[in-house]
């Protein structure tokens, strides 16, 4: 299992500008081979950024690498960078892979 999340650094007052170019996008990913989840995270806010995270669990990292290779991965960042992305976000986003070692479900 692989878990591919990347931080956005999003600008006070454009909190609700970010949450809606995310929860109302198009989402290509159900059908891509190795999906399993998605997240949008909104995390701890800070003096000059709040804190989001989208979070993708995938079967592989071999499935990730697929999925950033793919016509899903272009279309969904068809538009990304576009519409106040300059002053939406403090920078590109931080992007982090990780293997997963151990998972544990409820009984
Ligand atoms: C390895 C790099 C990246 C990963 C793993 C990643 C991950 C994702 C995922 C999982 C989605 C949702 C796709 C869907 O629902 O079908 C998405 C969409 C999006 N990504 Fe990325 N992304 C990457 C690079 C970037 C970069 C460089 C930017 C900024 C320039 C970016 C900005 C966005 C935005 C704004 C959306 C929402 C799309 C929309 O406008 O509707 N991503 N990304």
Known sequence: ????????RV????????????LSRDVHL????????FHLLRGPEQ???????????W????AFEAWTR????REAH???????A??????PPQFEGFEVLQTVDRD
């Open 70 to 73: 793919s016509d899903a991965f």
């Open 11 to 22: 600008a006070p007052g454009s909190e609700t500008d970010f949450e809606q170019v995310w």
């Open 59 to 62: 079967a592989s990292k071999a």
């Open 47 to 57: 003096d000059d950024h709040v804190l989001y995270a989208s979070h993708t669990v």
């Open 78 to 84: 068809r538009n990304a960078g576009q519409s106040g």
């Open 86 to 91: 300059r002053t939406m976000y403090l920078g």
């Open 30 to 37: 159900r059908t891509v081979p190795g999906f399993e989840s």
């Open 1 to 8: 299992m692989f878990i591919a999340m990347n931080r956005f």
